[in-house]
């Protein structure tokens, strides 16, 4: 019986050890690196640059890949379990179309043009609120998370124009930058490593509602997180 008490003591008392952050520390800060994944399409515009003098012109979607991402976070503890949060994250991912789909509204049939160069980063300021499953006292704490913001995408295209009414050959300058609203939603585990300091993973859903005809994808994060 006092083998049984000491191996529960052994496996509980840690997990419920000062070592979780410390009650009274309000504000957290987190600093993240890792990975965009599971990357959608998006719908570049055709601006000036395009030289569609002629007609009004539509791109079609495009995707893109996954690519390097990192976070700078901030938390105020509004209670125990609740934190309001904030978030700056910005992501390169990889976008490499070979070609690039032109639709004219004058009716004429869609026609595609190689893209001699493409780039694509992505910004996002989100707020919202952080929801941890368990208290401060245990070592690993699971959360779940909910922010709405905006998010911006800063795309670049070149392209040499040929095959559409009245075009020809000539460079095509595509770059665009796009603001809209967007939301995220996700979870993650801090581990607490002293009373100030914890290591966790943020695993995260983003959709940019109103960007570039909007798009989604997901972020892959290793966190290191300050109370103070």
């Not at 965009?36 to 395009?50: C, D, E, N, Q, T």
């Not at 976070?71 to 105020?76: C, T």
């Not at 100030?196 to 509602?209: E, F, I, K, T």
Request: charge should be neutral.
């Amino acid at each position: 019986m006092r083998k049984a008490t000491q191996l529960t003591a052994l496996l509980v008392v840690p997990m419920l050890s000062g070592i979780a952050a410390a009650a009274d520390a309000r504000w957290r800060l987190d600093l993240a690196g890792g990975a965009l994944a599971v990357p959608s399409s998006v719908r570049p515009g055709l601006g000036k640059g395009f030289g569609f003098s002629c007609c009004e012109a539509e791109a079609s979607r495009s995707h893109f890949e996954s690519g390097g991402s990192y976070a700078v976070g901030v938390g105020y503890a509004l209670t125990e379990r609740l934190e309001l949060t904030g978030h700056f994250h910005q992501s390169f991912p990889g976008y490499e179309p070979r070609t690039l789909g032109v639709r004219f509204a004058t009716g004429e049939p869609t026609f595609r043009v190689p893209v001699t160069k493409a780039d694509l980063e992505i910004l996002s300021a989100t707020v919202g609120a952080r929801f941890y499953l368990l208290p401060s006292t245990w070592r690993a704490r699971p959360w779940l998370v909910s922010q709405l913001g905006w998010y911006r995408a800063t795309l670049e295209l070149r392209a040499p124009l040929c095959g559409g009414p009245e075009s020809s050959c000539t460079n095509g300058d595509g770059d665009e930058v796009d603001d809209g609203f967007g939301i995220n939603v996700g979870g993650g585990v801090d581990l607490a490593v002293t009373r100030w300091l914890s290591l966790g993973l943020d695993l995260r859903y983003h959709n940019a509602l109103t960007v570039l005809g909007g798009f989604d994808f997901v972020t892959t994060l290793f966190d290191v997180s300050f109370r103070f």
